[in-house]
Nanobody
């Protein structure tokens, strides 16, 4: 069982920045690809960014390209998502997720989830 604890959500103004962090309890953190998903009210959960076990390759949804950067620190069992130039469409609950081995775009493929901090972007 992997426990994921996110931090860093909150309120930002349009054009502002927030940095999400996710700490994993699992000592074998390097067994898991990691991803950030988000879910806005009345919308399906969608991938924001994903990163391979090595951290050498990452994926971004169009919504975050050029503005979000996913990274991981395998020595600290942590994954991060700095978000810049935020706009109101980014308002959602953001989830950190872990999937054994390779990462995937579909949320149903992930075995472990964090609680999800709220991110709200207002003008």
């Amino acid at each position: 069982q992997v426990q994921l604890l996110e931090s860093g959500g909150g309120l930002a103004h349009t054009g502002g920045s927030l940095r999400l962090s996710c700490a994993a309890s699992e000592g074998a953190f390097t067994n898991y690809a990691m991803a950030w998903f988000r879910q806005a009210p009345e919308r399906e959960r969608e991938v924001v960014a994903g990163i391979r076990i090595s951290g050498g390759s990452s994926y971004y949804a169009d919504s975050g390209k050029g503005r979000f950067t996913i990274s991981r620190d395998n020595a600290k069992n942590a994954v991060f998502l700095p978000m810049t130039r935020l706009h109101s469409a980014a308002t959602a609950v953001y989830y950190c997720a872990a999937k054994r081995s390779t990462w995937h775009i579909a949320p149903t493929r992930y075995e472990f989830w964090g609680q999800g901090p709220q991110v709200t972007v207002s003008s």
